[in-house]
C-alpha cells in the first residue's frame, strides 16, 4: 500500500540504486576526494551553467541551517515566510548553528513571500537594538505546493540585494518546481538573483543527501569546516555523491520529478469532484492540501491511509513521490467516494 504522508516514504529510485552499487567497488579517496564527488559536482556546474561551489550535507535542516549561518552573523536576523520549513520543522537548526540569527517570519498568499512583505519587515526598524536583517530565504516548491516564477524571484532578489541582504533557496522540493515551470534550473536560481540553493535529493528519490550550491563563491568561505564541525562531512562521501550521478546523467530527476506532479494533478482532479472536499491552494508540483470533514479524515485513517493534518496551513496534505503509481491515487479517491457518500 502506498501512502501520501510524505515523499519521504518512497524508496530510492532505481538510477540512484545504481549509481550506489557502482560506486561500491573496491577502495576510494574518503572525505570527498573521490571521483564521484568531483564528477557529481562537475554536473551540477553543467546543469545550473555555472561556475558554482557544491557541497553535501545528510539531510535537508544541515543543508538550510548551515547555509543560513554561512550568511549571517549572531546579529543578524533571516526573512522567511509564516509556513517555511526553517521556521516550524527545523527545531531551532537555523538559529543554532548561526550562534543566535533570528527568524522573522512574514505572511504571505498561497505560501510565498512578495517583495511588499520582505520590505515590511526589512524596513520595520533599524536601531541597534533589532537583529539587522541579512538574508531572505524563499522554499521552492513551498510548504503548500505551490511554486515560484522566475519573476517573482527576481523581485524579491533585486529588493533584498538593494537593502544588501543574501537570496537562500530551500529547494527541498526544487526538481518539482523545475518540472513544473519547464523552466532551467538556472533560470530559477542564479539568473534570478538566488546566492544558495539548498538542492533536495532525499524527496526525489535519492537515499539520503542534500547539495549546497553556492552560486557566489565567496559566500563559501570555510563552508568544509562548517560542515565538518557539524557532523556532515561524511567520510565514506562517494556514497552520499554517488547517487547523485544516476539522477543526474540522463535526466531522471526531472522525470520523476514531472510524474509525481501529474499524479499530484491526478489527485486534485479527483478531489475537486468531491463535493466534501475542497483544494486549499493550487496544485503546482507535488503536494495536494484539501479540506475535509473530520469523518473522512477519520474514515480515510481507519481504511490504513496514512497522511498528515497539522502541515502547512492545516486541512489534509497528500503528498505523490516520484514512485506513485496511478492505481494508489485512484484506490484514494474511490475511499474518498465511498465514505463521502
Known amino acids: 500500500m502506498q501512502h501520501f504522508a510524505s515523499d519521504n516514504y518512497a524508496g530510492i529510485c532505481p538510477e540512484a540504486l545504481a549509481a550506489l552499487i557502482a560506486a561500491n567497488a573496491g577502495h576510494a579517496p574518503a572525505y570527498g576526494d573521490d571521483d564521484w564527488t568531483r564528477r557529481v559536482s562537475d554536473r551540477l556546474r553543467a546543469l545550473f551553467d555555472t561556475d558554482c561551489d557544491v557541497y553535501f550535507a545528510f539531510n535537508g535542516t544541515a543543508a538550510n541551517s548551515l547555509a543560513l549561518a554561512s550568511l549571517c552573523q549572531s546579529y543578524h536576523s533571516v526573512v522567511c515566510h509564516e509556513l517555511a520549513h526553517v521556521d516550524t520543522d527545523e527545531c531551532g537548526g537555523p538559529e543554532f548553528f548561526s550562534n543566535g540569527s533570528k527568524l522573522l517570519p512574514a505572511k504571505g498568499e498561497h505560501g510565498k513571500l512578495t517583495p511588499e512583505a520582505v520590505r515590511e519587515v526589512v524596513a520595520r526598524r533599524s536601531d541597534i537594538h533589532y537583529p539587522k536583517p541579512r538574508v531572505v530565504t524563499l522554499t521552492q516548491a513551498t510548504e503548500v505546493g505551490t511554486v515560484y516564477r522566475v519573476d517573482e524571484i527576481a523581485a524579491i532578489a533585486d529588493l533584498a540585494h538593494a537593502s544588501g541582504l543574501r537570496v537562500h533557496m530551500d529547494g527541498a522540493r526544487f526538481a518539482n518546481a523545475v518540472a513544473a515551470l519547464g523552466v532551467s534550473p538556472a533560470e530559477i536560481t542564479w539568473r534570478a538573483g538566488v546566492d544558495v540553493l539548498c538542492f ?52 531522471a ?45 477519520d474514515g480515510l485513517r481507519a481504511r490504513g491511509w496514512r497522511f498528515y493534518t497539522f502541515i502547512g496551513a492545516g486541512g489534509a496534505r497528500f503528498m505523490c513521490a516520484w514512485d506513485t503509481q496511478p492505481d494508489s491515487v485512484d484506490a484514494l479517491l474511490a475511499d474518498l467516494r465511498e465514505l463521502a457518500g
Open 200 to 251: 533536495g535529493g532525499t524527496k526525489m528519490g535519492l537515499p539520503v543527501g542534500e547539495a549546497v550550491v553556492f552560486f557566489d563563491r565567496a559566500l563559501s568561505e570555510d563552508f568544509a569546516w562548517r560542515c565538518k564541525q557539524a557532523g556532515q562531512l561524511a567520510s565514506k562521501m562517494r556514497f552520499l555523491s554517488a547517487p547523485w550521478l544516476g539522477m543526474l546523467e540522463d535526466g
Open 253 to 297: 530527476w526531472l522525470r520523476h520529478a514531472a510524474h509525481a506532479n501529474a499524479m499530484a494533478r491526478r489527485l486534485a482532479d479527483g478531489l475537486a469532484a468531491i463535493p466534501a472536499a475542497r483544494l486549499l491552494f493550487p496544485v503546482e508540483a507535488n503536494g495536494v492540501f484539501a479540506e475535509l470533514p473530520p469523518a473522512l479524515i
